[in-house]
């Protein structure tokens, strides 16, 4: 069975760092790209950062560039998301999701697997 399992979420200050992590089993890792996604109460899941496993191309959405950055340890089938600099409209609750790359990695309907979300809290 496909699984994801995110984790590293909690309650942290504005200016504070967290790193989320994103564990894959059940298909070849490699052949799939890793999607950090998030929704805050009351609006729309959007994409946060991207990563194709199999050659390393990234995406960032403009609200986070420069502050997360996402990277993948092949051999441990793992993204992590660095999150440094978080403001309060960093929160959100936080999912991972693997689909194959495309030029819309930042896009919902490009995943095709998902997992459990991970709650981040960025207090003023």
């Known amino acids: 069975d496909v699984q994801l399992q995110a984790s590293g979420g909690g309650l942290v200050q504005a200016g504070g760092s967290l790193r989320l992590s994103c564990a894959a089993s059940?298909?070849?890792?490699?052949?799939?790209?890793i999607g950090w996604f998030r929704q805050a109460p009351g609006k729309e899941r959007e994409g946060v950062s991207c990563?194709?496993?199999?050659?390393?191309?990234?995406y960032y959405a403009d609200s986070v560039k420069g502050r997360f950055t996402i990277s993948s340890d092949n051999a441990k089938n793992t993204v992590y998301l660095q999150m440094n600099s978080l403001k309060p409209e960093d929160t959100a609750v936080y999912y991972c999701?693997?689909?194959?790359?495309?030029?819309?990695?930042?896009?919902?309907?490009?995943?095709?697997?998902w997992g459990q979300g991970t709650q981040v809290t960025v207090s003023s």
């Open positions: 059940g298909f070849t890792f490699d052949d799939y790209a």
């Open positions: 999701a693997a689909g194959i790359w495309t030029a819309t990695p930042y896009l919902e309907y490009e995943y095709d697997y």
């Open positions: 990563i194709s496993s199999s050659d390393g191309s990234t």
